[in-house]
């Protein structure tokens, strides 16, 4: 897992708050901003075997971690999820709501990768 910045921008990596492990490979980093906040960039991989109600505590509790830093947050990765099932798919209107009770919602609106099967998460 990995961000790329530009060499002339600031950054800090978050190390205590990114983890690799059998279902998930995620990152933080900080972008120092002198004229604005601080951008929290968080990038992630959940495999798609792996078990979505201990991705979306995981990202929930470093939320609330992070929730009175006042630092602009973006979240970013594969999470292996058809948001368009958040109807009939309970785990993914979860995540959903964790992420926009935390004002995170997403940018992409259409699904990025179209196959014969829709039998994952």
Not at 2 to 15: E, Q
Not at 34 to 59: D, G, Q, V
Not at 65 to 84: Q, R, W
Request: charged letters at 20%; proline letters at 4%.
């Amino acid at each position: 897992m990995a961000i790329y910045t530009k060499v002339s921008v600031p950054v800090i990596t978050w190390s205590d708050l990114s983890i690799i492990d059998n279902e998930v490979e995620t990152i933080w980093i900080e972008i120092k901003n002198s004229k604005f906040k601080n951008i929290l960039c968080f990038c992630a991989y959940r495999y798609p075997s792996s078990n979505l109600m201990n991705f979306r505590e995981h990202i929930e509790t470093i939320i609330c971690k992070i929730a009175n830093k006042n630092k602009n947050i973006f979240v970013m990765g594969d999470f292996n999820l058809n948001l368009l099932n958040y109807e009939s798919h309970p785990e993914t209107n979860d995540f959903l709501n964790t992420m926009s009770a935390n004002f995170l919602f997403p940018y992409i609106l259409q699904p990025t990768r179209i196959t014969d099967r829709f039998d994952f998460d």
